[in-house]
């Protein structure tokens, strides 16, 4: 199942500096969006997330961008901190589906101080 | 501030043998879910359940699976006999009401171990 893509498996950021995170997807029936943080032996935390009638959502470190027709979004994290360090999951949801979850298979954030 | 919690921490069972997984949803949340982590792979869903029935269900949510909120509170998943494949872990969620768009709460999971 490859509606919901994350190419970068992991990503190496020094702290202070931006992170960005990319998703993609293929299912034009999703129109809900978020993301996701998990550490190990813990479950997935809500970080973020966007409606696909709006393009931008920001919550303090956090924006998510949605860009509809190239059905993909992205998640920045400004100025990234050594605790951001974990496993991020770009996730979607199709309101006439149920809106269960479809995930991607995650990016691996490491900051480095 | 309310959480999803899950019992147990990790699980461990010989192949055949039924396990129940127990979670409590945040307390006004109306929707339930399952989901699960086989190592090294996505998040899968398993089912969704609302109103004291499953709403949807997964092809991986077979009839060795099923769910039951025994009571206002617990929300389980019953896999009647394990198979090694089932090896993963397995989240519950839940959230608010059925809304356009609203925002699944994860428990912290537990890990079955079938052998």
């Known amino acids: 199942d490859q509606q919901v893509k994350q190419n970068s498996p992991s990503l190496s950021v020094q702290e202070g500096r931006i992170s960005i995170l990319n998703c993609d997807y293929t299912n034009s029936m999703f129109d809900y969006f978020l993301w996701y943080k998990k550490y190990p032996a813990e479950g997935p935390t809500f970080l973020i997330s966007i409606s696909s009638i709006k393009d931008k959502n920001e919550d303090g470190r956090f924006t998510v961008f949605l860009n509809k027709s190239a059905k993909h979004l992205s998640l920045h994290i400004v100025p990234s901190q050594p605790g951001d360090s974990a496993v991020y ?3 979607a949801s199709a ?7 479809t995930f991607g298979g995650g990016t691996r954030v490491l900051v480095k101080p | 501030e309310p959480e ?10 010989q192949m055949g043998q039924e396990v129940i997984l127990r979670c409590v949803p945040i307390s006004n949340h109306l929707y339930f879910y399952w989901y699960r982590q086989i ?12 109103n004291n029935e499953i709403s949807e269900k997964s092809e991986i949510f077979d009839d060795q699976f099923s769910v039951e909120r025994p009571d206002g509170s617990n929300f389980t998943l019953k896999i009647r006999s394990t198979k090694l494949e089932d090896s993963a872990m397995y989240f519950c969620a839940s959230r608010k009401i059925l809304a356009v768009q609203e925002t699944q709460y994860f428990g912290p999971g537990t890990r079955l171990l079938v052998l």
Do not use: D, R
């Open chain 2, 4 to 13: 999803v919690t899950q019992t147990p921490s990790h699980q461990v069972t």
């Open chain 1, 95 to 101: 309101s006439a589906a149920g809106n269960k979850l």
């Open chain 2, 39 to 50: 190592l090294g792979q996505k998040v899968e869903f398993l089912v969704s359940f609302y």
């Open chain 1, 89 to 91: 999951f770009c996730a």
